[in-house]
């Protein structure tokens, strides 16, 4: 087991929990032992994995009998209860499998996005003392096992390594799949005795990385699970929804609505492990999907496929979009195209989605807010003194209820949380008069100039309005003389150009305050991303601190 984690859940906070009838929440296994039992032969998981080139089709019946059995191998390996499982997969179904089995025995699941590479995977397997590690083979023409090689001689901690669609004794199929670990003792007891309590930590999730160095996110199966059921109810989701998950599952959006919320529901997980529109709207006509969650770029890049004319995609309903605003012509697009709801969200790793807007909401609210607190989660908006902001006010966004996180992983100094359980999210935001939020960027992005807030958000919207821009991020750069002055980052459609002037008489012909002008445009082939698609503002600061006043 690893060195102490540093929860942060005070018994104040689980009574009052309880007392609220919030927690105690269901395990993963509860779930999935359910359906396994009411609907054995129901598909749980569909999920393509182009390392074989193979499809894989999994019954509630098959992921319960491969999750004992992976259980049982990661016992016999050494796993203990609290011990931390890392895996680095894609979007496969062996991915949900190896939770479950983790969940079985008391470990701690440790996701680990596929595209970190030595340095990141370095940091995060020894802060977590993983012990037991999964990887492909190969993925994206990567080879992985080739990468651990060369980064575990730093991991004293580090067991085991297992490879999927390896060979030999490292082989993940041959260990977990093929043996028959159930027949070689008494799996009862032994799931019995290795329980979870639902407040232990079954997830170390690493943030995103859009300020610097990645935290490790702790949850419980009540806070997972408590977030889980509020969004089902929000978007309205039955036993005959089929979900489609494009975003990682090594991401919290991936994890908690491509995995854990499809075995609440009981309903069907179509996996893609490599993003492709095109690939997307033929799952969603072949596999009949109702319902996607995914980032802002997601949607655009569906909205904008030309395959939307040759396949069939009236079975989707609605498409959830959080990580970046939702521009107003990319709802119109959307709606037009794929006679969709569109809705938008904000969450943090720390929360899962707390926001989100309603599916009777009004364009207007879809496209100019991040929604409305979830059931049983709150926010509000304060001053600087702490005091709540005035109505349409920025402020800085806190957040509680029975969602939030229970610490970062070996570092409770960095909890940000307040006896009264408020999180400091670092966001800013204004709050409406019916309580609808719009994130107006992070504490970190805003830019002072002359003692005036630039509002960047608003800019970066009237930016999106113009036609031959794709992507967009205002970020400050310093200026001797006013402190800061904006920089637009810009990536293009193709074929398009875009000069500064042409830039500023865009905006200018709508009308925004001179102030909030943009001093400097940079075109960008891409704009630097997390794993889930939000752009990395930090790594744009960076750039735009060695610029001079110039335009």
């Known amino acids: 087991m690893p060195s102490d984690l540093q929860i942060v859940l005070p018994q104040e906070r689980i009574k009052e929990m309880a007392r609220m009838g919030l927690w105690p929440m269901p395990l993963a296994i509860d779930y999935l032992d359910g359906w396994a039992e009411k609907a054995p032969d129901r598909v749980a998981v569909t999920g393509y994995n182009s390392m074989r080139g193979t499809t894989s089709t999994v019954s509630y019946r098959q992921l319960k009998r491969c999750s004992e059995r992976i259980a049982l ?31 079985r025995i008391g470990a ?10 030595q340095r990141e995977l370095s940091f995060m397997l020894g802060l977590a003392e993983s012990k037991l590690l999964v990887v492909p083979r190969v993925f994206r023409g990567f080879d992985y096992p080739a990468m651990v090689d ?30 028959r670990w159930e027949d070689q003792g008494d799996a009862g007891s032994l799931f019995d005795a290795r329980r979870p309590d639902p407040n232990d930590v079954i997830e170390v999730l690493y943030t995103s990385g859009t300020t610097g160095e990645p935290k490790g996110v702790m949850h419980t199966s009540n806070t997972l699970f408590s977030n889980v059921r509020a969004l089902n109810e929000r978007i309205e989701l039955g036993d005959d929804d089929v979900i489609l998950m494009s975003s990682p599952m090594a991401h919290q959006t991936g994890f908690l609505y491509g995995m854990l919320a499809p075995i609440v529901l009981g309903v069907k997980v179509v996996l893609q492990d490599i993003w492709s529109a095109e690939e997307a709207i033929r799952l969603i006509q072949d596999e009949g999907v109702t319902f996607t969650m995914a980032s802002t770029p997601f949607l655009s890049d569906v909205a904008e496929s030309a395959a939307v004319d ?8 609605t ?65 600087s003194d702490g005091k709540p902001a005035p109505t349409d006010q920025e402020g800085l966004l806190k957040a509680r209820g029975p969602g939030s996180f229970v610490g970062y992983l070996k570092r409770a100094d960095l909890y940000g949380t307040d006896d009264e359980g408020w999180f ?23 830019i002072i100039r002359g003692g005036e807030n630039v509002p960047v958000v608003e800019v970066e919207e009237l930016l999106y309005r113009h036609a031959d821009i794709e992507t967009v991020a205002v970020v400050a750069m310093p200026d001797p003389r006013l402190g800061e002055r904006g920089c637009a980052f810009v990536t293009l459609c193709p074929g398009a150009s875009l000069t500064f002037e042409e830039m500023i008489a865009h905006l200018e012909a709508l009308k925004i305050t001179k102030t909030y002008l943009p001093e400097r445009l940079e075109i960008l082939e ?4 997390t794993p889930s698609g939000k752009i990395q503002k930090f790594q744009l600061r960076e750039i735009a601190s060695r610029f001079t006043n110039e335009t």
């Open 73 to 103: 191998g990661l016992a016999a390996h050494g796993v203990e209860k609290g011990d931390i499982v890392s895996y680095q997969l894609p979007n496969w179904w062996e991915f949900t499998a190896l939770h479950l089995a983790c969940v």
């Open 108 to 117: 701690i699941t440790n996701p680990v996005m596929p595209i970190f590479r």
């Open 150 to 179: 060369s980064i575990r001689p730093d991991l004293p901690a580090l067991e085991h390594v297992f490879v999927l669609g390896g060979e030999d004794e490292h082989s993940f199929e041959a260990t977990f799949l093929e043996r």
């Open 310 to 317: 040759q396949y069939d995609v009236s079975g989707l309903h």
């Open 319 to 383: 498409f959830l979009t959080a990580g970046a605003p939702i521009p107003r012509v990319l709802v119109q697009k959307a709606r037009e195209r794929l006679d969709i709801m569109v809705m938008s969200a904000w969450g943090m790793t720390e929360n899962g989605a707390i926001t989100t807007t309603r599916l009777q909401d009004s364009e207007d609210k879809i496209s100019s807010t991040d929604g409305i607190a979830l059931r049983d989660m709150e926010v509000k908006v304060v001053d």
């Open 424 to 446: 400091d999210t670092g966001d800013l935001a204004c709050m409406d008069a019916d309580g609808y939020i719009r994130i107006s960027g992070r504490a970190k992005d805003v």
């Open 526 to 529: 891409e704009l630097p991303r």
